[in-house]
């Protein structure tokens, strides 16, 4: 399934507009991660194990988008939006949503 930022899909015209699908995914800190990902911080570079986490969970809001839009009988996703946000007590959490509109090409 093609799933894309851009609203048309070049040489392939849209037959169909579905409606707008959506896939949202929250992950909880881990206290050894965080206390790692500080350290990582004092002393510089990266930090591995948000990027994981960062990028699972996007991976996982991109499939439940394009499960939404498969169940509505549609085969690409087009103006797909990316957010990421903080959320809980003391920003514990992390979501990662994934909305666009399915259509049939």
């Not at 990266?46 to 990028?55: D, Q």
């Not at 003391?90 to 090409?105: D, R």
């Given at each position: 399934?093609?799933?894309?930022t851009?609203?048309?899909?070049?040489?392939?015209p849209?037959?169909?507009?579905?409606?707008?699908?959506?896939?949202?995914?929250?992950?909880?800190a881990?206290?050894?991660?965080?206390?790692?990902?500080?350290?990582?911080?004092?002393?510089?570079g990266?930090?591995?194990?948000?990027?994981?986490?960062?990028?699972d969970?996007?991976?996982?809001?991109?499939?439940?988008?394009?499960?939404?839009?498969?169940?509505?009988?549609?085969?690409?996703?087009?103006?797909?939006?990316?957010?990421?946000?903080?959320?809980g007590?003391?920003?514990?959490?992390?979501?990662?949503?994934?909305?666009?509109?399915?259509?049939?090409?």
């Open positions: 399934m093609t799933v894309t851009t609203p048309t899909l070049e040489g392939r849209i037959k169909e507009y579905l409606g707008i699908v959506t896939g949202e995914v929250i992950v909880g881990n206290l050894f991660r965080d206390l790692f990902a500080n350290i990582r911080d004092i002393v510089g990266r930090s591995g194990s948000y990027e994981r986490i960062l990028r969970a996007r991976e996982q809001a991109i499939e439940e988008i394009q499960a939404e839009c498969g169940a509505l009988g549609g085969n690409a996703v087009v103006g797909v939006d990316l957010d990421y946000e903080v959320i007590d003391k920003g514990s959490m992390l979501m990662v949503s994934a909305s666009g509109t399915a259509v049939k090409v």
